[in-house]
């Protein structure tokens, strides 16, 4: 399949598709922000050179602690509620590895693309990785933090499972905020929440395929309810 | 409507927005797709709990294969790698406090015969010198091996200055300005308590506590004070500075490597 060129001020790009709803993105940059938080009050903390230079050790680390126990809030309200209906469905997406998505990855997203679903492999990779950083440095900090009912192995195991972890984090989401500035529409899709349809069908044919069927699923009651 | 509603968000050209909000149809994946996403945070979790349970054994074998390229490593890069027996810079004010060698000096006053001011020539080259090599043993968990420490002994400081007889403490202070610790004149008065201008071989660093801080061997990090400059002898432990920055934020005041703060580390004395 050759895919059609877009260009900005293609006409069919003013028919934007809802991609990521308030809720979702709400819980993006709520943790986003936590996360960035951690990382640099972490950073500071450990890295010599950065400790030097910034100090205020007993802020740092009040600051580095109390972000770290509200990490896991953004994702627990983000499922507490009815507006959860949305996230849940991604999630769903985000967990499901097909054939085509390990062709994606090894073909550094050459191949696979045809049959494409809401996220691609990389993405997936991203959101499962990031997802279970969060209970894995939940309880490796809770152990450094309050070490005294454990052996003193474990706290030394903890930080040593903490800092390698946060380490492939920071390579993690640094390569994430990279791609996101590099694809300025998929940003926009988690600032305002939608996308071009034609940026839907070209990259996620398998999604406008999905939103096809809900909108003619929509347009039929709508007829219906009328009737 | 009944059943499954995409809430409208407006008219964009032709055709109307639709946010996915409310049940829609289920979602339906080919039946080769695999599910991976639990497996693979159960897999995250699985591995961390190990790491716990093993990764002091594995951090120890990495820090000493590690250890050719950090010795040699001319770019810092490798102070980002993770390590348990690196020494980490801990201060507690905004910025490093700094004093040259030339306007170093230190005091030792309080309960004495005389008050005693000392430059760095007197501590490095007028006084008796210790080494001493022992481990420095942070109370977060990181212990540096075998550091050599060179400086005075806090013992015969003392004894030059005269200890009044009503004395009982003796308390540290840092030219950070906020920085304090305190002995008692027994712990103050041991043989490994250095007031130590050089470490590692050279010069105290800044970053480190130079030009001289305070090493208490057998105790941990937090005892060490750095950017010491005022050393008073004490009748009393009085609030609040009393018994000392860190103990005031919880850490015991008797802060024996392997016998307090509720750790087991292997003494260091």
């Given amino acids: 399949m050759t895919a059609p060129i877009v260009t900005a001020d293609h006409p069919g790009d003013a028919e934007r598709v809802v991609r990521f709803d308030r809720a979702e993105r709400w819980l993006h940059w709520t943790n986003a922000t936590l996360f960035l938080i951690l990382l640099a009050t972490g950073m500071t903390l450990y890295v010599p050179a950065l400790s030097s230079l910034v100090g205020r050790r007993v802020l740092l680390k009040d600051t580095h602690v109390i972000s770290g126990i509200l990490l896991p809030v953004p994702l627990l309200l983000a499922y507490a509620g009815s507006w959860r209906a949305a996230l849940r469905r991604d999630v769903r997406r985000l967990s499901r590895w097909s054939v085509d998505d390990r062709r994606w990855i090894t073909s550094l997203g050459r191949k696979g693309r045809a049959s494409m679903g809401k996220f691609n492999a990389g993405q997936k ?55 996101a500035l590099a694809e300025p529409v998929a940003l926009r899709a988690m600032v305002r929440g ?9 990259h996620h044919p398998r999604w406008a395929a999905e939103l096809d069927a809900e909108l003619d699923a929509e347009e039929r009651h709508g007829t219906e309810a009328r009737n | 409507m009944n059943g499954w509603a995409p809430a409208r968000l407006g008219r964009l050209g032709s055709r109307t927005l639709v946010a996915v909000e409310r049940p829609t149809p289920a979602l339906e994946f080919p039946p080769e797709d695999r599910p991976v996403g639990r497996r693979a945070i159960l897999g995250m979790l699985g591995v961390g709990g190990l790491g716990i349970l093993w990764g002091a054994k594995v951090q120890s074998g990495l820090d000493q294969f590690l250890r050719p390229v950090t010795l040699n490593d001319q770019t810092g890069l490798t102070s980002f790698l993770p390590s348990s027996e690196r020494f980490r810079i801990y201060s507690v004010t905004g910025t490093l406090p700094s004093r040259t060698d030339a306007e170093y000096r230190l005091t030792v006053d309080g309960a004495v015969d005389r008050t005693v001011e000392l430059d760095l020539t007197d501590l490095r080259d007028r006084l008796p010198q210790t080494d001493l090599t022992r481990d420095f043993q942070c109370v977060t968990g990181w212990r540096v091996e075998d550091v050599p420490w060179r400086g005075v002994k806090l013992a015969d400081l003392l004894d030059d200055a005269g200890v009044s007889e009503a004395a009982t403490h003796v308390r540290f202070h840092s030219f ?69 920055y860190w103990e005031n934020l919880g850490y015991d005041t008797d802060a024996w490597v392997g016998d307090s703060n509720g750790l087991s580390d292997t003494p260091t004395a």
Avoid at chain 1, 128 to 147: D, E, H, Q, R, Y
Avoid at chain 1, 194 to 202: G, L
Avoid at chain 2, 196 to 217: I, S
Wanted: hydrophobic share 45%; charged share 20%.
């Fill in chain 1, 125 to 179: 990779v991203n959101a499962i990785f990031v997802a279970g950083c969060i209970p894995v440095l939940l309880a490796t900090g809770s152990i450094m933090k309050w070490f005294t009912p454990f052996p003193l192995a474990w706290r030394t195991g903890a930080t040593f499972v903490h800092d390698w972890l946060a380490l492939t984090l920071v390579v993690v989401i640094s390569a994430h905020i990279l791609k």
């Fill in chain 1, 194 to 202: 939608t996308v071009p349809r034609r940026h839907a069908e070209r």
């Fill in chain 2, 176 to 244: 950070d300005g906020v920085y304090t610790e305190t002995l008692t004149m027994e712990q103050a008065t041991r043989d490994d308590v250095l007031v130590a201008h050089h470490m590692l071989g050279d010069p105290v660093t800044r970053e480190h506590g130079g030009p001289v801080r305070l090493y208490v061997a057998p105790m941990y990090g937090y005892k060490s004070l750095k950017w010491l400059d005022r050393i008073e002898v004490a009748t009393a432990l009085d609030a609040p500075t009393d018994p000392g």
